[in-house]
């Protein structure tokens, strides 16, 4: 009797799973579905099959405007991410353990806001300090919110670390500075890289903060697409949010098979 309630709360419990997921993503593989419908009028009814929508969305001077903004910020942002998330994570190895916890919670505590509440800060601090929106503003907002990202992520890598190979290398004669170059960088990169890759994609598509922080002049690609969507649903916007999803899951894929790498034991 034990043994048959145990199996129908697996299944029930299994059902559920499968009703959560398709819930979450049977949405996306409609919009996924219907980008390559040929019914230029009637989203919703299939026509056909075809891949013209998606260099007409590319042929579009305005979207293709969008879409290099929020790649080039999205990339800076990266970038910059990753430099400042690896310092503040190096430089917390060697720090107290109070104020590394502290550290820790102020950048959790960033995770965990609200990203309305993240946009109306920003936006507020831009205005105090006489920042005109645009570009830069958007680039800065997302740097302040994705180097907790890679820095939790690095500080992961650098707790499953040991000390031995630093140390012996410092043994030998090496400098601080060439034992963080030869020794200790190669080890954090996988970590490093899924760090950059996570604010990359944070960043490409991000809507909220952007709307409250761009300029007039300045328009990333979650933006153009809401402002599409007013006009309503075409299969121009579908192949765009398609494109926009397969450069989404990229990041996020790569950043997990990364992650996963940089949380291997570190080989000698």
Known sequence: MKGHRVTAGRRALAAWTVLVVAFLY???AVVVVY???ANP???TVWQGFTTRWFPDVLADPVIADALLTSL????VNAVLAAVL?????????FAPRWLAALYDGLAFAT??????????ASLLS????GVPRGGVTILLAHVVFNSSIVLLVVRARLAGMSNAEEEAASDLGAGRWAVFGLVTLPRLLPAILAGALLAFTYSWDDYVVASFVSGARTTTLPLRIFGELRFGISPRLNAL???????????????????????????P
């Open 241 to 267: 949010a398609t494109m926009t999803l397969l450069v989404t899951l990229l990041g996020l894929f790569s950043a997990l098979f990364l992650a996963r790498r940089s949380l291997r034991p570190a080989q």
């Open 85 to 93: 998330g690896t310092l503040g994570a190096v430089g917390l190895r």
């Open 35 to 37: 980008s390559f419908n």
């Open 26 to 28: 049977l949405p996306l």
């Open 126 to 129: 831009f205005v105090l300090l």
């Open 41 to 43: 009028d009637q989203v």
């Open 111 to 120: 995770l965990t806001t609200p990203v309305l509440v993240l946009g109306i």
């Open 72 to 75: 080039r910020i999205a990339l």
